[in-house]
């Protein structure tokens, strides 16, 4: 018995962005390691990647994801 049903069809009004393919989708097409999602609309799945590198350089640059005295040079 699987733990969780493959779903092959989308539902309308859930968008995804194809990390693969480049491209929003309606509803899940791709696998899900290949796409970011869902989202409310396409113009929110289409701006996927921007989202992505902003979230990232939050975390980059949060004090709170860093130990004090840790650098690359000195990672003990």
């Known amino acids: 018995m699987a733990l ?3 779903r092959t069809v989308g539902k309308p009004g859930e968008w995804y ?7 929003v989708e309606e509803g899940p097409e791709c696998p899900a390691k290949n796409r970011f999602g869902p989202y409310a609309s396409r113009e929110e799945a289409s701006h ?3 989202t992505a590198r902003e979230r990232n350089l939050e975390w980059e640059t949060d004090p709170r ?4 005295g840790r650098t690359e040079e000195n990672p003990d």
């Open 65 to 68: 994801w860093h130990d004090k």
């Open 48 to 50: 996927a990647m921007d």
């Open 4 to 6: 969780f049903k493959k």
């Open 17 to 23: 962005y194809c990390l693969e393919h480049k491209k």
